[in-house]
């Protein structure tokens, strides 16, 4: 957070910050008036919380209560579903949580064949064409025909990865079988 307070006379600012988590009340300064603060804090919790500040100066002198809400809320990611096709592979990732999915990411690695010719990976990084939220309940579908087309002979292994902003990482691995352009996942 950045904080800023101009003092109408210049005075030396000091910051008194409640996180509204049950931590300390932080009392901080003295700053010049006028100069950015920057100010870290980590909540461990999820949910809504009311930050409140107030600058006090060199003489005492407080600024009225300013108040700043916001929601922080993890969510949790499923992998639910690995399925071969016709050069390719497809996975389904599902936000099993309450809460919005923020930024989802992916990376799904193929491997293998008869002589390992097989060794192809795709990654979505929460780009706007993959879609960067996923709302709870809903699914996303992958497919590594984006990063190019699946052709041999053999076993493979599919692993499969899925994260966001919000959720922790998550992976899955399963094997499969290729015959020619055709994959099928056991």
């Given at each position: ?11 030396e600012v ?108 795709h990654t ?31 076993s493979i ?30």
């Amino acid at each position: 957070f950045t904080i800023t307070t101009n003092d109408p006379d210049y005075d030396e600012v000091f910051y008194m910050i409640n996180w509204s988590d049950g931590s300390e009340e932080l009392l901080i300064g003295p700053f010049d008036s006028g100069e950015n603060v920057i100010i870290n804090h980590i909540w461990t919790e999820t949910g809504l919380y009311s930050i409140q500040a107030k600058a006090i100066d060199s003489y005492d002198v407080e600024s009225d209560l300013a108040i700043f809400e916001f929601s922080l809320s993890k969510t949790e990611l499923e992998i639910v579903a690995i399925s071969g096709g016709f050069g390719s592979v497809t996975i389904d990732i599902k936000n099993i949580g309450e809460n919005i999915a923020e930024e989802v990411s992916s990376i799904v690695s193929v491997r293998g064949g008869l002589f390992s010719e097989i060794n192809l990976t795709h990654t979505c990084s929460g780009c706007s064409e993959c879609g960067t939220t996923l709302d709870p309940g809903a699914v996303k579908t992958e497919n590594t025909g984006e990063a190019g087309f699946i052709i041999g002979l053999g076993s493979i292994e599919v692993s499969a990865s899925a994260w966001a902003n919000n959720a922790e990482i998550i992976s899955k691995k399963t094997n499969g079988f290729v015959f020619g352009p055709l994959i099928i996942i056991l």
